[in-house]
């Protein structure tokens, strides 16, 4: 069996906080479809790691790679085409628009990289759909219950079709059954849609269902462990 493509590595990657250093020399990769968890106490780097990652944030020193290509020669403008086009997030706090409803949260990524209304609300509609959330594509957050919006939230990074989704402790807000459900969602999708994974949590439980699972400490990886989910 063919070993998969690296879809993202960085190299040596440090980031400071005025005196504070926050990374130090952090060499990571990962390969395509996979599901990878970061796990560590608090202050450990994880979401600081996650971010720049995710091109949210920028390294002091290192660069990183996606697919072969070095996002360091990226302007800002291209940095954003390129996030808005491959990568969705989802965070601990769902940050949907309160304003909007669930069907234009979702379509937020796609108005954004200035695709038309009418392509993007079919696919949208698609997403609701698979994720139970049909009936509720009218309804705007606040009449949402909280693993609906998270629902909502996933879909919304699912929106361009991202090769992967970083996600910073997803399941930190939902009860533990809606966390479950959460986290099953993400196999699925990984399994439909061949979606890479890159999760910060503090839950074992999903820590534990990934298929690699990273510790951070100080700033550092001290460990990268295989685990046994294929």
């Known amino acids: 069996m063919d070993t998969p493509e690296i879809l993202l590595s960085a190299n040596n990657i440090s980031k400071r906080y005025g005196s504070l250093p926050v990374l130090k020399g952090v060499n990571f990769s990962i390969h395509a479809g996979e599901v990878v968890s970061i796990v560590g106490s608090s202050g450990a780097g994880k979401s600081t790691l996650l971010h720049i990652l995710g091109t949210l944030d920028t390294p002091d020193e290192g660069e990183i790679f996606f697919r072969g290509e070095?996002?360091?020669?990226?302007?800002?403008k291209q940095l954003a085409a390129?996030?808005?086009?491959?990568?969705?997030?989802?965070?601990?706090?769902?940050?949907?628009?309160?304003?909007?409803?669930?069907?234009?949260?979702?379509?937020?990524?796609?108005?954004?990289?200035n695709q038309k209304k009418a392509e993007l609300e079919p696919r949208a509609l698609l997403l609701l759909e698979k994720l139970g959330l049909k009936e509720r594509a009218q309804h705007k957050p606040a009449e949402l219950s909280g693993g609906e919006a998270q629902r909502v939230a996933v879909a919304r990074a699912l929106m361009n079709q991202p090769q992967l989704i970083c996600a910073d402790e997803p399941s930190g807000n939902l009860d533990s059954e809606k966390a479950r459900?959460?986290?099953?969602?993400?196999f699925d999708l990984r399994k439909e849609f061949n979606i890479t994974f890159l999760i910060v949590t503090h839950n074992e439980e999903l820590a534990n269902m990934s298929d690699r699972k990273l510790l951070m400490k100080d700033g550092q990886i001290l460990s990268d462990a295989t685990n046994n989910t294929l």
């Open 70 to 76: 070095n996002l360091k020669s990226f302007s800002s």
């Open 82 to 113: 390129f996030r808005n086009k491959n990568i969705g997030f989802i965070f601990q706090f769902h940050h949907l628009l309160p304003e909007f409803t669930a069907l234009e949260n979702i379509m937020m990524p796609g108005l954004l990289a």
């Open 181 to 186: 459900e959460l986290h099953q969602l993400f």
